[in-house]
T-cell receptor, first 113, second 113 residues
């Protein structure tokens, strides 16, 4: 079975400060892990993907995530938040042979000036 | 190019209407998906097509009828919908069904009166 837990439903930061969005996963197989971002009334945009090539994954817009097998975590970080980062972020897990993505419940990132 | 297009962007329909949602991709992907997303929730998988054949139906009511006319097109035919079917309908595609990255379209915002 696979599951994803996003530990915070809301995260508030000030512009220019670091961002940390937390995600823990459970998977019986070698997982593929994703972070997607969704701006209001928009579709989902892929931020980054982990597929076992490297534990530190760099994505678009300055985001990165580190896969930690021992902690079953895949937290998303960014050194300096921008106002345009305000959105909903989904952590997602799947595995080879599975046709479904398993979504976390989402974390809403709020960025204040 | 990683673009998935969806039309229309917005749709308002009565409970006795028949309408269709359209999704298109030109990335040569062989898997296409329909998701339903309610406000403040993650997307929920409805259907998966792999090589133009329906491979997963997540027990979706028959008032939703998917169709895959060719490898680039995916339709969702709607008939006799209920107000609770109002949601954002997202289409996605991936190279193959499985752990491949899914690319999402911008969605169709459906309102059922």
């Amino acid at each position: 079975a696979q599951s994803v837990t996003q530990l915070d439903s809301h995260v508030s930061v000030s512009e220019g400060t670091p961002v940390l969005l937390r995600c823990n996963y459970s998977s019986s197989y070698s997982p593929s892990l994703f972070w997607y971002v969704q701006h209001p009334n928009k579709g989902l945009q892929l931020l980054l993907k982990y597929t076992s090539a490297a534990t530190l994954v760099k994505g678009i817009n300055g985001f990165e995530a580190e896969f930690k097998k021992s902690e079953t975590s895949f937290h998303l970080t960014k050194p300096s938040a921008h106002m345009s980062d305000a959105a909903e972020y989904f952590c997602v897990v799947t595995s080879t042979g599975f046709q479904k993505l398993v979504f976390g419940t989402g974390t809403r990132l709020l960025v204040s000036p | 190019d990683t673009e998935v297009t969806q039309t229309p962007k917005h749709l308002v329909m009565g409970m006795t209407n028949k309408k269709s949602l359209k999704c298109e991709q030109h990335m040569g992907h062989r898997a296409m998906y329909w998701y339903k997303q309610k406000a403040k929730k993650p997307p929920e998988l409805m259907f998966v097509y792999s090589y133009e054949k329906l491979s997963i139906n997540e027990s979706v009511p028959s008032r939703f009828s998917p169709e895959c006319p060719n490898s680039s097109l995916l339709n969702l035919h709607l008939h006799a919908l209920q107000p609770e079917d109002s949601a954002l309908y997202l289409c996605a595609s991936s190279q193959e069904a499985g752990a491949d990255t899914q690319y999402f379209g911008p969605g169709t915002r459906l309102t059922v009166l």
